[in-house]
Nanobody, 115 residues
Framework: QVQLVESGGGLVQPGGSLRLSCAAS????????MDWYRQAPGKQRELVAR???????NYRDSVKGRFTISRDNAKNTVYLQMNSLKPEDTAVYYC?????????WGQGTQVTVSS
């Protein structure tokens, strides 16, 4: 059974930084593409960043230059470093992966950017 557990969310002022972590178990982590999604109140869930098993990364335009996704295969963990945070980044952030044709999601971690 694949499990994803996020941590690191919280309340931060505009311009601040947070680092989210997602610890994976029950899968061969090193072969998985890992994603961070977010969902703001009243909006659809959207892909924020993706990292492949080979380390290739993709970002949605609104976070390019501010967010960095990375992975540590020895720790089965994927990270999302978020800098220069804006109020519009406020959302629940979810870790996601596909394994053996199934989708797996973490429970989510709340990020609130407010003064």
């Amino acid at each position: 059974q694949v499990q994803l557990v996020e941590s690191g969310g919280g309340l931060v002022q505009p311009g601040g930084s947070l680092r989210l972590s997602c610890a994976a178990s029950g899968t061969i982590f090193s072969i998985n593409t890992m994603d961070w999604y977010r969902q703001a109140p009243g909006k659809q869930r959207e892909l924020v960043a993706r990292i492949t098993s080979g380390g290739r990364t993709n970002y949605r335009d609104s976070v390019k230059g501010r967010f960095t996704i990375s992975r540590d295969n020895a720790k089965n963990t994927v990270y999302l470093q978020m800098n220069s945070l804006k109020p519009e980044d406020t959302a629940v952030y979810y870790c996601h992966t596909k394994y053996v044709l199934n989708d797996y999601w973490g429970q989510g971690t709340q990020v609130t950017v407010s003064s």
